[in-house]
């Protein structure tokens, strides 16, 4: 269903899009403009945290419409303030900068990360160490931290001070530090790369290294955080403190939001004039934040996202025995799910939306599963009855092929 880039829209032909149009959305499910209802399992990658159309964010959104939507942070935001309080209140964090996007997230804390030691009399480290199959956004510099060619080829010269070393090696990352370095920037959990989980050792020990060499461990929870994996942010698994990190996705629940926290050490350099943004902050995005932490941060939210991380699972791990024709692995936590597929991840994603669920490409042939994380015990069901449906249909034509 995937087409070819339409050389008669309007639109760049950057993007290659499914043939489906979306009129409405009910909770978990979102509703085609012929009809057709299809089970959420996108989740507009990882960003309806909440599904669509929750009516707790219908109503924080509209009752601030009805007030203000822009004054520029050029003077004080109620919103701004009080949610800046109850992320430093949950986190590592102190200090909090909001963004419109996660590439701009990232792009404060890399800025932060610099201006730490510029201000610490350091500014020769301006260097950031990064793993290969990272993902950190679009911009000039967050693909260059990211590093992967496709992203990078074209763009003119590679934004200077960003070393990338194997996923997992760890003499390569020793032999990557140097006297220019200022951090290590990682993921908890990398998403695009095919939701590859670092193991809660690995995360350890990074924060040991920065301690010993002087050095911020940034993290980029942009699509692992706001209660994705079961826990409010993934590195609380491994009960390390990260000195940066950089959030988005899920903490809009479909807002433009992003947040970059730090420790008041880290952001020590970010001092009056040094950064700034237009929108970021703005007061609807922070009655849309509130709301969605009103609702995170309530009493057993954080349950229902591990219990239906078990359940999925516990399917899944049913259709890899039956299956093992179309897949081979399930990884992820909470509701951070990947299943590698054996057949082309497209044509599985394909199969998927012809028995109504929507699911997510990633890295390493895997196909995503980012529910809103509201989701029942009998919609996840509903799903691995559709998932299930899709994998046969796979597997009947898989072996009429082999025949
Ligand atoms: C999506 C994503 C980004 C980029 O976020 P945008 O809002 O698209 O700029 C950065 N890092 C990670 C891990 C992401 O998943």
Redesign the pocket.
């Given at each position: 269903m995937s087409v070819a880039p339409d050389s008669s829209s309007p639109l760049y032909g950057t993007y290659a899009r499914a043939a489906v149009r979306f009129e409405r959305g009910e909770g978990v499910w979102l509703i085609a403009e012929d009809g057709t209802r299809y089970l959420d399992f996108a989740g507009g990658?990882?960003v309806s945290s909440l599904g669509h159309v929750h009516p707790h964010l219908v109503e924080a959104l509209k009752a601030q419409a009805e007030k203000v939507w822009h004054v520029s942070n050029l003077v004080e935001i109620p919103g701004q303030i009080r949610l800046a309080e109850r992320l430093t209140a949950a986190t590592f964090a102190d200090k909090a900068f909001f963004t419109?996007?996660?590439?701009?997230?990232?792009e404060c804390a890399i800025k932060t990360a610099r201006r730490y030691h510029y201000v610490n009399g350091r500014p020769e480290r301006f260097r950031i160490v990064t793993f290969e199959g990272?993902?950190?956004?679009?911009?000039l510099a967050?693909i260059a931290a990211g590093g992967q060619a496709k992203y990078l080829e074209g763009f003119g010269p590679k934004v200077e001070g960003f070393d990338q070393v194997p996923f997992g090696d760890k003499e390569a990352l020793a032999a990557a530090i140097g006297p220019e370095t200022a951090g290590i920037l990682i993921?908890p959990i990398?998403?695009?790369g095919g939701i590859r989980v670092v193991p809660r050792e690995m995360l350890r020990s990074l924060r040991e290294l920065c301690d010993r060499e002087g050095l911020l461990l940034i993290l980029?929870?942009?699509?692992?955080g706001t209660g994705r994996t079961g826990r409010l942010f993934a590195h609380e698994w491994a009960d390390v403190r990260p000195d940066i990190m950089?959030v988005?996705?899920g903490i809009g629940g479909g807002f433009?939001l992003?947040v970059c926290l730090a420790t008041a050490e880290a952001a020590a350099g970010m001092t009056t004039g040094t950064h700034g943004t237009t929108y970021g902050g703005n007061p609807l995005a922070m009655a849309v934040g509130n709301a969605v932490l009103d609702v995170v941060l309530a009493e057993g939210f954080m349950d229902n996202v591990r219990e239906r991380s078990l359940q999925i699972k516990q399917a899944l791990a049913g259709m890899l025995d039956r299956y093992p024709d179309v897949v081979s692995d399930i990884r992820g936590e909470g509701l951070l799910l990947g299943v590698k597929a054996v057949v082309p991840n497209g044509e599985l994603i394909a199969a998927m939306r012809q028995h109504g669920m929507l699911a997510v490409p990633a890295g390493d042939n895997v196909v995503r599963l980012l529910p809103p994380l509201i989701i029942s015990a009998e919609d996840v069901r509903e799903g691995m009855e559709r998932m299930e449906g899709a994998i046969a249909s796979l597997s009947a034509a898989t072996a009429r092929k082999t025949a």
């Amino acid at each position: 269903m995937s087409v070819a880039p339409d050389s008669s829209s309007p639109l760049y032909g950057t993007y290659a899009r499914a043939a489906v149009r979306f009129e409405r959305g009910e909770g978990v499910w979102l509703i085609a403009e012929d009809g057709t209802r299809y089970l959420d399992f996108a989740g507009g990658v990882a960003v309806s945290s909440l599904g669509h159309v929750h009516p707790h964010l219908v109503e924080a959104l509209k009752a601030q419409a009805e007030k203000v939507w822009h004054v520029s942070n050029l003077v004080e935001i109620p919103g701004q303030i009080r949610l800046a309080e109850r992320l430093t209140a949950a986190t590592f964090a102190d200090k909090a900068f909001f963004t419109n996007s996660g590439a701009e997230a990232l792009e404060c804390a890399i800025k932060t990360a610099r201006r730490y030691h510029y201000v610490n009399g350091r500014p020769e480290r301006f260097r950031i160490v990064t793993f290969e199959g990272a993902f950190h956004g679009r911009t000039l510099a967050t693909i260059a931290a990211g590093g992967q060619a496709k992203y990078l080829e074209g763009f003119g010269p590679k934004v200077e001070g960003f070393d990338q070393v194997p996923f997992g090696d760890k003499e390569a990352l020793a032999a990557a530090i140097g006297p220019e370095t200022a951090g290590i920037l990682i993921e908890p959990i990398q998403g695009e790369g095919g939701i590859r989980v670092v193991p809660r050792e690995m995360l350890r020990s990074l924060r040991e290294l920065c301690d010993r060499e002087g050095l911020l461990l940034i993290l980029d929870e942009v699509q692992c955080g706001t209660g994705r994996t079961g826990r409010l942010f993934a590195h609380e698994w491994a009960d390390v403190r990260p000195d940066i990190m950089a959030v988005a996705k899920g903490i809009g629940g479909g807002f433009p939001l992003g947040v970059c926290l730090a420790t008041a050490e880290a952001a020590a350099g970010m001092t009056t004039g040094t950064h700034g943004t237009t929108y970021g902050g703005n007061p609807l995005a922070m009655a849309v934040g509130n709301a969605v932490l009103d609702v995170v941060l309530a009493e057993g939210f954080m349950d229902n996202v591990r219990e239906r991380s078990l359940q999925i699972k516990q399917a899944l791990a049913g259709m890899l025995d039956r299956y093992p024709d179309v897949v081979s692995d399930i990884r992820g936590e909470g509701l951070l799910l990947g299943v590698k597929a054996v057949v082309p991840n497209g044509e599985l994603i394909a199969a998927m939306r012809q028995h109504g669920m929507l699911a997510v490409p990633a890295g390493d042939n895997v196909v995503r599963l980012l529910p809103p994380l509201i989701i029942s015990a009998e919609d996840v069901r509903e799903g691995m009855e559709r998932m299930e449906g899709a994998i046969a249909s796979l597997s009947a034509a898989t072996a009429r092929k082999t025949a």
